[in-house]
């Protein structure tokens, strides 16, 4: 037994991160909206709808951003994200629709 004991030891100092515990992080950190690519703008929102319809957001603690705006709720970052999706859809004119 001694023998056995002396080789773990022996091996856990050489390999120190081997043998060390693994820990997995709770914390979810998101891109800053208006930084987001064009194109990534509107599988994020898919991503993050599933993730919010699935339960698996409530797992986490959340950080994102939007332009030097910051927020905690994944919910306020799902927002942002919609309405940079509805900007970038808008060719800059009026409509009257725009406020049926």
Request: net charge negative.
């Amino acid at each position: 037994m001694a023998n056995l004991n002396a080789e773990y030891q022996a091996a856990t100092a050489a390999n120190p991160d081997f043998y060390r515990p693994k820990y997995e992080s709770n914390a979810m950190y998101e891109t800053n909206v208006a930084t987001l690519p064009e194109a990534e703008v509107q599988p994020r929102i898919e991503y993050i709808t599933n993730l919010i319809k699935s339960g698996e957001a409530d797992k986490y603690s959340f950080r994102a951003g939007n332009g030097e705006q910051t927020t905690t709720s994944i919910h306020q970052f799902l927002s942002w994200l919609q309405q940079r999706a509805q900007d970038l859809d808008s060719d800059g004119t009026y409509s009257p629709d725009m406020f049926k």
